[in-house]
Structures are given as C-alpha cells and as structure tokens.
C-alpha cells in the first residue's frame, strides 16, 4: 500500500517544515512534496526542527508547481478553514483520512495539500482538489500551524485500518489526466466565444477547473469526455 503524500505549497518557514516533518514521521508517513518555499530548498532550519525526521526531509521532492506535485495523484484532499465559494465534498478530517486509507488500499496515489502559514491556500490551489478537508475548531480562532494540521491528518491516517472485504472504488483519474481534460475543455470553450463578456472569462475558468476533481471521473470517464468533445467537433466540420 501506497501511504498519501502531504504536499506543502508555498511554505514560508524552514522551522514549519521541519517540524510538518517530524509529525509525518510520528505516524510512519515519509513521502512530502515541497511546491515553491519562500526560503529555497533545502533549508537548515528545516533540517533543525525535524529531529529524527531527517531523512524525509533529504527525500523530499521540490516542485515548481501544484499542477506538477500532484500530476501522478489520483484523488487530491485540500486542507482549508475558510469558506470558498467552490461547491466541493467537504469532509472532516476523520472521513477524508477513513477514504484516503481506502484508496490508497486499493493501490492508488492520493496527495493532502496544505497551505502557506500566513493565508493558507489559494482558490487556485483548491480548485484542484476533488474535496475539501474542513477541522471543526473555534470559528473565532480557527488558525491552525502548519505542523499541528499535518499532524492532525497524520494520526487520521494512522488510525483507520480497512475493514475486511470492503471492496476497492473504481480507478479515478490522475491530477495529470483532469488537468488535460480541463485544458482540453477550455481550448475548445474559448474558441467557441464560450467566456463572455471577457471581464467574467477568469471567473467562469475557475468554476470549470474546479468542477473536473469534484465529479470524481474514472480513468475511463475522462476518456469518453474527451471523446465526445472531439465527436462534437467532427460534427460542426
């Protein structure tokens, strides 16, 4: 079994990464991306704050982009405290980590995405996660640290065990493979006048690229979308 890979985007402090560090590694998860660190990679004051952890910090994997640490990912969970206007499952930390543990069982890649201390994660960032992770805190003072929130989510994780004979879910699409259908979609949409008035055009690509990860598409539904889109355009020719 495949355990989830944590993905920290932006992160603004070596210590917080040090530390998201060690909390993985309380729980036996040793596989964090790194997207874009304020201060560069590798960082010293990572390596400091992560204590026995080392060792995952020296397998890290440095990425320049979201899109590119969760290309090879079947199903993307988005840590988040604040309302977002995206209509996506939201899930608690309990439920996501229970179907994380099941997907992974089932052999497929599954990422947590965590966002930058200061304002968390963009709508961008969101938009390309298939559900929302939501921790049920104070409303007055919901900010949680980087390493608390992977650690939450860690000991999720290493709690659940599959129940025996539960069968596995169908093979969902990669990042990977909704990102080219998102891309797909959109070329075709665009040249079709499809983003009007052009001052909504942004707006309107946000509300499609979010829509790809929540519909949950298998393999072979991407497939057939693609197909029909290309049938559609044989038929106007």
């Not at 390596?47 to 060792?55: E, I, N, P, T, V």
């Not at 599959?162 to 080219?180: F, I, N, T």
Request: glycine letters at 8%; a neutral charge.
């Amino acid at each position: 079994m495949m355990d989830p890979v944590f993905v920290l985007v932006r992160p603004q402090m070596g210590e917080n990464i040090g530390a998201a560090a060690r909390a993985m590694w309380n729980f036996g998860l040793d596989r964090m991306r790194i997207v874009s660190p304020r201060d560069g990679w590798p960082n010293p004051r990572a390596a400091a704050l992560a204590s026995g952890a080392g060792r995952l910090l020296d397998n890290a994997v440095l990425c320049d982009s979201l899109a590119e640490a969760v290309a090879d990912c079947r199903t993307v969970y988005a840590t988040t405290a604040r309302p977002r206007g995206l209509t996506k499952p939201v899930l608690t930390p309990e439920e996501a980590m229970a179907d994380a543990r099941r997907r992974a069982a089932a052999g497929q890649k599954v990422a947590v995405l965590f966002g930058p201390e200061r304002s968390g994660l963009e709508n961008e960032d969101v938009a390309r996660a298939s559900a929302i992770i939501t921790v049920p805190v104070n409303p007055e003072f919901f900010s949680l640290n980087l390493a608390q929130c992977v650690l939450l989510m860690a000991y999720e994780y290493g709690r659940h065990e599959l129940p025996r004979g539960e069968e596995a879910p169908a093979e969902p699409a990669s990042a990977l493979e909704l990102e080219k259908l998102g891309d797909h979609w959109e070329e075709r949409l665009d040249e079709a006048g499809f983003f009007f008035p052009a001052e909504k055009a942004s707006g309107m690509k946000l509300v499609l690229r979010n829509m790809w990860p929540r519909l949950m598409l298998t393999r072979s539904d991407v497939q057939m979308l693609h197909g029909a889109l290309r049938q559609l355009l044989r038929g106007k020719s």
